[in-house]
């Protein structure tokens, strides 16, 4: 990276030219080399696309009024949960994010903002806990009947390893009741992998309001299987 001192000739540069972007930054103007990232068509890659796609789709078959209601619920979000600095300005935006996690719970979209208040103020925590267990059932009760929820965790790592959030990638639950929810069908068929003992599987779960689509709570839980 390389700064730029300005002529009379020229004030300004940015964009891309050649092998170069130029930009400002709190250093001033600088040049610095391209970086293209390497495309990797993952799974989780074309997951993410998929949820992407029907959103957009969505979006595109809203009329006029309908684009405009969304624009309207962000004001009337703003002004009763103006803490949450996470919600986007732009209508598009704020439907994405309100219908993002119900496509990957399997819900439908809502086309409609609700104006239902939302019972939990929007709050995003990370916490930890060591757990033992190997049939990977998750506590239902800790998520309330107007919260939807999604799971995500890693494949089998090493018992020693305490990082790798980022492989973690959706679980479709199966419920035995309504207080437990089995995940270990629906990880095996996610990773093909059933955990024996001696591993650690790193996860995380997600509430959203139903009714509106905010997410809310975040929790990360480490599960060391024996």
């Not at 600095?85 to 903002?113: E, L």
């Not at 609700?114 to 506590?139: C, K, R, W």
């Not at 479709?172 to 990773?191: H, K, M, Q, S, W």
């Amino acid at each position: 990276m390389a700064r730029v001192e300005y002529s009379a000739l020229i004030n300004r540069l940015t964009g891309k030219l050649g092998g170069s972007t130029f930009q400002l930054n709190g250093a001033g103007s600088v040049v610095r080399a391209n970086v293209y990232p390497v495309y990797r068509n993952s799974p989780y890659q074309s997951e993410v696309k998929i949820y992407n796609a029907a959103i957009r789709n969505s979006w595109k078959s809203l009329t006029t009024s309908q684009r405009q209601a969304w624009a309207a619920w962000r004001n009337w979000y703003g002004i009763n949960y103006s803490n949450d600095s996470s919600m986007p300005k732009t209508a598009y935006n704020v439907f994405r994010k309100c219908n993002y996690y119900r496509v990957a719970a399997g819900m439908s979209i809502n086309t409609a903002p609700s104006y239902t208040a939302i019972v939990n103020p929007p709050l995003y925590y990370v916490g930890q806990e060591t757990l033992s267990s190997v049939s990977l059932e998750f506590d239902r009760s800790i998520v309330t009947e107007s919260e939807g929820f999604v799971i995500r965790a890693t494949p089998l790592l090493p018992n020693t390893k305490l990082s790798g959030w980022s492989k973690c990638r959706t679980i479709p639950e199966v419920i035995i009741d309504a207080n437990t929810v089995d995940l270990e069908i629906g990880y095996v068929n996610r990773f093909g992998q059933t955990p024996a003992g001696g591993e650690r599987i790193l996860m995380q779960y997600l509430t959203f309001d139903l009714a509106t689509g905010v997410p809310y709570k975040y929790q990360r839980i480490i599960f060391t299987v024996e």
